[in-house]
């Protein structure tokens, strides 16, 4: 047989690339000078240096705007980028926030200026990947509620030299009651900050409900007082109730933040909240003040925490991250892949050489995380996808695989405005269990014919 002729083709490429931001601008930024690369007109560049004072900040907008700029790239550096992304956002120019890794400029030329005339090349191109960023409302309820969690992790901080103190003066009152700031723990931790020492009146203080014995409380309050450890305690007792204090005030602010974007979003109606601005009891330790999901489905426009393993602090924590416009997403795996929770595939040569998770913090995937790994028992088709999962991949592959079916059920329930519906996942799981049994039920029909 004649061997066929290999056919060979022509691309023909253009002698440069194309242009798709003629009027960009490149901008250098550091702690202490901002470097802003323009083009010239004249297939060059002028790049101008400024220090990073306010007065600087507010001269680099008027010299874009001076010179007909439209969007400026930004790397992401610390957050010295924050303050010149929210002035060019105000003056109209579009700021285009990237990654420092994607934006690397060639081995040997890192300079300021160069960085500045790099990234202006590489915007002019289009061939920068803008970061994720956003509205100004999301932003501040973002602000807000990482605020409220750093101060809750402040706070735990604060219980373990609590305990810490109690235990260097030998002091076993945790042994016996559940929880060291629970209603006798504390009074307890007060009345011995005050001067109290004597086992059989600080036992008087335990609540009736202690399934402890009379016998065990007063042997665990006998203790080797130290002034050193009692003014350790004091502290710490101290620093706790402040920062209890200050998270109270976090809340506040959160709450407001949300009637304010309801507000927003409603054109200033705001009755769908009637009977939901009274303070509540909290049931659980860490819990808000007030009721989260009214605010939360009045803003989404759907029940987030009808989801298994969404609760209402996840759903807060999460939309704070990522906002409610899903467009911003060109589809569920594209979501997904941004929230770190699909594996980063490399192929060369037709095969698959790594398929690995990128080493990447991203909170919003996190938060569905933690949601997913709460899942063991849960009594739902979530529940059993992520136990099948576990036996196969184990706690954490089945953590990450269910976190991303979370991730695409949110998705698809902003972007379509749909409620969750438990019955769709079960029709699946149905159609799985039939599916399995015809596999099965083939196999052993090859079995039954070779034997």
């Not at 489905?297 to 989801?307: E, H, R, S, Y």
């Amino acid at each position: 047989m004649k061997k066929e002729k290999q056919k060979t083709g022509v691309v023909k490429m253009g002698s440069g690339l194309p242009v798709f931001n003629p009027y960009a601008a490149g901008i250098d930024i550091g702690d202490t000078l901002h470097c802003v690369a323009i083009n010239d007109g004249q297939g060059g560049h002028e790049v101008k240096t400024t220090s990073a004072f306010t007065c600087d900040l507010h001269e680099i907008v008027d010299y874009c705007k001076n010179n007909g700029v439209t969007t400026a790239a930004l790397e992401s550096t610390g957050v010295y980028w924050l303050a010149l992304y929210l002035l060019l956002e105000e003056a109209g120019i579009e700021p285009y926030l990237v990654n420092a890794k994607h934006a690397k400029n060639v081995t040997g030329r890192k300079k300021d200026d160069t960085d500045s005339i790099w990234l202006q090349k590489l915007h002019t191109c289009g061939l920068l990947q803008k970061s994720f960023q956003p509205d100004n409302e999301i932003r501040m309820l973002r602000d807000y509620t990482r605020q409220r969690k750093n101060l809750i992790l402040l706070g735990s901080d604060s219980i373990r030299r609590m305990q810490k103190a109690l235990e260097l003066m030998n002091i076993k009152i945790h042994t016996v009651i559940s929880d060291i700031l629970g209603k006798t723990g504390i009074k307890m931790v007060k009345a011995i900050i005050a001067g109290e020492r004597d086992p059989q009146i600080l036992c008087t203080l335990c609540d009736p409900r202690i399934k402890a014995s009379h016998e065990e409380i007063i042997k665990s309050l006998q203790g080797i007082w130290k002034e050193e450890y009692l003014f350790m305690l004091e502290q710490a007792v101290e620093n706790y109730e402040f920062l209890q204090n200050q998270i109270k005030r976090c809340e506040e602010k959160i709450q407001q933040q949300l009637l304010k974007q309801v507000a927003i979003i409603n054109e200033g109606d705001i009755t769908c909240l009637e009977g939901t601005l009274k303070k509540k009891l909290k049931a659980k330790k860490n819990q808000f003040d007030f009721a989260i999901s009214p605010y939360l489905i009045a803003i989404a426009g759907v029940d987030l925490c009808k989801i298994p393993g969404i609760s209402d602090v996840t759903a807060l924590e999460f939309i704070s991250e990522v906002g409610v416009d899903m467009s911003k997403w060109e589809s569920a795996k594209h979501f997904a892949a941004w929230l770190n929770l699909t594996p980063n595939t490399k192929i060369s040569g037709g095969k698959i050489i790594s398929s690995k998770m990128m080493k990447k913090n991203n909170k919003a995937g996190q938060y569905l995380r933690q949601a997913a790994s709460c899942l063991s028992t849960n009594k739902t088709p979530i529940g059993d996808y992520y136990r099948r999962m576990r036996a196969r991949l184990g706690g954490r592959g089945a953590a990450l695989t269910t976190a991303h079916k979370l991730s695409r059920i949110i998705y698809t329930m902003l972007l379509k405005k749909t409620e969750y519906n438990q019955g769709l996942l079960i029709e699946n799981q149905e159609k799985l269990k039939e599916e399995k049994i015809k596999k099965l039920e083939k196999q052993l029909a090859r079995l039954k014919q070779a034997a």
